[in-house]
């Protein structure tokens, strides 16, 4: 089992920055793609983008590419989420989640999920 702790969330103006960490235990790290998603209020839990085994590819959904921006310390078992430019509609629960194999925007095929932290952009 792979257990993951997500935590940095918070209350942020709109155009502030966070940063969202999620820390990996129990099994090796470095084998698993990574990723981040979200679920706002009365909303489907979506895909925020994604970060390959190494941490040399990443990938965003377009509401939120180049303005956050995944990484990811394997030493450290840790993956990041820097979100800059922040708006009121980015305001949700932010789940991290890992995979085996290939990378995938699909969270039915992510095996392991933390518990969420919550991140409000006030207007």
């Known amino acids: 089992q792979l257990q993951l702790v997500e935590s940095g969330g918070g209350l942020v103006q709109a155009g502030g920055s966070l940063k969202l960490s999620c820390v990996a235990s129990?099994?090796?790290?470095?084998?698993?793609?990574m990723a981040w998603f979200r679920q706002a209020p009365m909303k489907e839990r979506e895909f925020v983008g994604t970060?390959?085994?190494?941490?040399?590819?990443?990938d965003y959904a377009e509401s939120v590419k180049g303005r956050f921006i995944i990484s990811r310390d394997n030493t450290k078992n840790t993956m990041y989420l820097q979100m800059n430019s922040l708006k009121p509609e980015d305001t949700a629960v932010y789940y991290c989640?890992?995979?085996?194999?290939?990378?995938?925007?699909?969270?039915?095929?992510?095996?392991?999920w933390g518990q969420g932290t919550q991140v409000t952009v006030s207007s």
């Open positions: 989640a890992a995979k085996n194999g290939l990378t995938s925007y699909d969270q039915n095929r992510f095996d392991y």
């Open positions: 129990g099994r090796t790290f470095n084998i698993y793609v």
């Open positions: 970060i390959s085994p190494g941490g040399v590819t990443t």
